[in-house]
Structures are given as C-alpha cells and as structure tokens.
C-alpha cells in the first residue's frame, strides 16, 4: 500500500465547503505506538516503525527531496515482519 500524507491549514469557510453534502460513513479510532533506536536512527531516515492493532507496521518514505523541501509525503507501507526485519537489518528470526 501506499500512502499520501498532504498536511495544511483548513479556514472556516473552506471546513464548511467540505463538510456541506457530506455524510458520515462512521467512525474509527485505533492507537499507533511508535518504536524507534535511543539516538532515533529509524525516524532520522523518515521511517516509521509503529505497532497498530497488535500489529507491526512500517512507513518508509518514496519521496526524492528531503523533508523539508516537499509538499507532501509518500510512505510505502510494509506490514510483514520479515519485510520490517530486512529494512531494520535484524535477523529473519528470534526476538
């Protein structure tokens, strides 16, 4: 999966046009936990290691440019743990 992260400030009149003929599908609430080294080696390269749902994820970025540089962000998500140990570079086994 990919994901596209696109962050900005919404004024009042621009909410309302959102909002306005929208429906409610529902809602969903989940808590992320966030793991990384003592120095944040892991955050430091744009990767984010988190555990959802009981499940571990893996956010790593596609973009070119630096943080700073772009508009949005482009994370691919990975979600198997030999996927996440290979990125990390620990062993396809143990703890």
């Given at each position: 999966?990919?994901?596209?992260?696109?962050?900005?400030?919404?004024?009042?009149?621009?909410?309302?046009?959102?909002?306005?003929?929208?429906?409610?599908?529902?809602?969903?609430?989940?808590?992320?936990?966030?793991?990384?080294?003592?120095?944040?080696?892991?955050?430091?390269?744009?990767?984010?290691?988190?555990?959802r749902s009981g499940k571990f994820e893996m956010?790593?970025?596609?973009?070119?440019?630096?943080?700073?540089?772009?508009?949005?962000?482009?994370?691919?998500?990975?979600?198997?743990?030999?996927?996440?140990?290979?990125?990390?570079?620990?062993?396809?086994?143990?703890?």
């Amino acid at each position: 999966m990919i994901e596209v992260e696109n962050r900005f400030l919404l004024t009042e009149e621009n909410k309302k046009k959102l909002i306005d003929g929208a429906e409610s599908l529902g809602e969903e609430i989940f808590t992320d936990v966030y793991y990384d080294t003592v120095d944040a080696s892991v955050m430091k390269r744009d990767m984010w290691l988190r555990l959802r749902s009981g499940k571990f994820e893996m956010k790593l970025p596609l973009n070119e440019k630096s943080v700073l540089q772009r508009k949005s962000n482009k994370y691919k998500e990975i979600e198997t743990e030999e996927e996440i140990r290979m990125v990390l570079g620990l062993p396809l086994n143990g703890d």
